[in-house]
């Protein structure tokens, strides 16, 4: 076989490997034992691929957010400017919960432990001119100590530099110099916008990454055998494919690749002549539930979000992520059951769905580790219960999640995916009164697929940086012809504007097909924009931070062949081509190209 391509989604339990050329697909699972080399071996050798005959591979993890999710600390450092060191911890003043009676900041200070963050002194102005040089006693002093703390990664974020980073520059120089083993993450390349607590996230998580899974590519590669000569792609939370070489500057790709993948194959699952509007996708693998929307055919992007709790300040799908999977501990809180993990010797939900015969129990472990759970409850009784817990934990999040974003659940339809996902997915449509439920073909390897159905995007971003009254129609010429000439071949070209009223203010972004034609209709999109955004004109008389080009490029897939119609077995379960699907009495399942529908056809 020749012109192979190949995804590989790391879940938190198995490895998940889709490879295919013109003419067929093959799909493979291998437990994950948390060894990206020895995993990515074990999958080549099981699908028979060698090294020459492999064009391309598409990577994503669910490692990072995982931890992000369990808040797991990172040895990272924060350099900062002097009277900047709690900038992490006080977030915004805005409530997250308008009514609780006390507010508790939503910023992520577990990121960078507070004696880990040290200031330094120097200051820029507003206007990025330098008032105060960068001290260089401070810095000898902050590079001693993370040596004494031997830290992975250090974020560097400095006042202003996003309008000038002489500052950071000097800083990452002096780092690299004195400590060239460790990670170091600017705010300037990393997220080069106004609004300091943003900035900082930004460098602290991109750190943390760095800290926590810094080598996860160096492992892959060491995976490949002798004779690729392809490229590797990641998976990014655009729903899209980038070279590996973006990790270098935006490691945030790896934290958002993998629940973008599997919006991805639900947009593809959720098409068709009956399909609706809006369809709410839900991704349930081992240690976390992912949820994305789907309209018109395509997962909606954001260019802000609040993602497992942590504000991220980038474009990406719009996603959500619950602390709901198979292989998470159950606790009991009073009369409810959650899913945190907190406890990791009580049974999970998957030992429940084994007890109730939707996964194998091999020697009875899970009966057993059920069994005393709640007392004075049968075992079958106390699955059931966690099971019931478990869909109606998915269908609140899938409802607040529908809410917050002015969508009808009711209306909405509904995705389920994943390896846990199928065996809920009726029963989380009940939850939501809904009648209805899609499935896509090979479920438990969605995210693969999704990665693999991902188009493959070539782009590059020219910074302005200029009030849109002092750019000339003549300047943006320039910035349009450099990124024609840096971005060329196949695909549509794409223009994405960073653009503000003023320089102070949130960023938004333009999306458009069409090569802007002058300053003055970049000034008239951005009012558009604000009156379909806000109902108001820009209150300023605009700032351009940059353009970006992009072109998208897809590889065709071949079509899966059709499996017949799908029947379940005694234990009420569809296999598929890969995972099962649970089909409660009272509901119907057909098939078709690209998903199984799961109808409600009794009370």
Not at 99 to 115: G, N, Q
Not at 438 to 448: D, N, W, Y
Not at 557 to 574: E, F, H, I, S, Y
Request: proline share 7%.
């Amino acid at each position: 076989m020749s012109g192979t391509h190949l995804a590989v989604d790391f879940g938190a339990r198995f490895a998940d490997f889709v490879a295919w050329d013109e003419g067929s697909l093959r799909i493979c699972k291998v437990p994950n034992r948390g060894d990206v080399t020895q995993v990515t071996r074990a999958g080549l050798a099981e699908l028979g691929l060698t090294g020459a005959e492999l064009d391309s591979l598409r990577f994503v993890s669910t490692a990072p957010l995982n931890a992000l999710l369990d808040r797991a600390p990172g040895e990272v450092a924060l350099l900062t400017t002097r009277g900047f060191a709690d900038t992490l911890r006080l977030g915004r003043q805005n409530r997250v919960a308008l009514y609780d009676p006390v507010a508790a900041s939503p910023a992520p200070a577990f990121l960078v432990p507070e004696a880990r963050i040290h200031e330094i002194g120097g200051r820029l102005d507003a206007s990025g001119a330098e008032v105060e040089a960068l001290s260089q006693t401070d810095m000898e002093r902050a590079i001693d100590a993370l040596r004494r703390e031997g830290v992975k990664a250090v974020a560097v974020c400095f006042l202003f530099s996003h309008l000038n980073p002489a500052h950071e520059k000097q800083a990452a120089e002096a780092l690299r110099a004195a400590l060239p083993e460790v990670a170091i993450s600017l705010s300037y390349v990393i997220d080069p916008a106004p609004r300091e607590y943003d900035r900082t996230v930004s460098a602290a998580l991109d750190a943390w990454i760095a800290a926590r899974a810094g080598d996860t590519l160096a492992q892959l590669r060491g995976a490949l055998p002798e004779g690729f000569a392809g490229q590797i792609l990641l998976g990014e939370g655009r729903g899209v494919l980038v070279p590996e070489e973006v990790f270098d500057r935006q490691r945030a790709v790896l934290l958002t690749g993998a629940p973008a993948a599997a919006g991805r194959a639900g947009a593809r699952a959720s098409v068709g002549p009956e399909a609706p509007e809006d369809t709410l996708v839900l991704d349930i693998g081992s240690q976390s539930a992912d949820i994305a929307l789907v309209q018109g055919g395509e997962p909606v992007s954001v260019d802000f979000s609040r993602f497992a709790g942590v504000d991220l300040r980038a474009t990406m799908v719009d996603m959500a992520s619950v602390a709901l999977g198979g292989a998470r501990g159950v606790r009991q809180d009073g009369v409810e059951l959650t899913f945190d993990g907190s406890a990791p010797e009580a049974p999970c939900l998957d030992d429940a769905l084994a007890v109730l015969g939707r996964l194998p129990d091999p020697g009875d472990a899970a009966r057993a580790c059920i069994s005393g759970f709640v007392p004075g409850k049968a075992v079958e009784e106390t699955a059931r219960q966690i099971v019931r817990a478990a869909a109606k934990t998915a269908a609140l999040a899938l409802i607040r999640y529908a809410t917050r974003r002015n969508v009808d659940p009711a209306r909405a339809g509904l995705c389920v995916m994943g390896g846990t996902g199928p065996l809920l997915a009726a029963e989380i449509a009940a939850e939501m009164d809904a009648t209805s439920v899609s499935i896509p073909r090979a479920p438990a390897v969605a995210g693969a697929m999704g990665l693999a159905q991902a188009p493959r995007r070539r782009e590059a971003i020219r910074r302005a940086d200029s009030a849109l009254a002092d750019l000339g129609d003549a300047t943006l010429t320039g910035l349009l012809e450099a990124l024609e000439a840096e971005v060329t071949g196949e695909g549509t070209p794409v223009w994405t504007l960073t653009l503000a009223a003023r320089a102070p203010m949130h960023p938004l972004q333009l999306t458009t097909r069409t090569r802007p034609a002058s300053v003055a209709a970049i000034r008239e999109d951005l009012a558009r924009a604000y009156d379909t955004q806000f109902g108001v004109a820009p209150p300023g008389p605009g700032h351009l931070f940059s353009i970006r080009l992009s072109h998208d490029t897809i590889t065709a897939m071949p079509v899966m062949p059709g499996a017949g119609a799908p029947t379940p077995d005694a234990a009420r379960l569809v296999t598929t081509e890969a995972g099962a699907i649970y089909l409660p009495e009272g509901w119907d399942i057909t098939q078709d190209g690209a998903a199984y529908r799961l109808t409600r056809s009794a009370p």
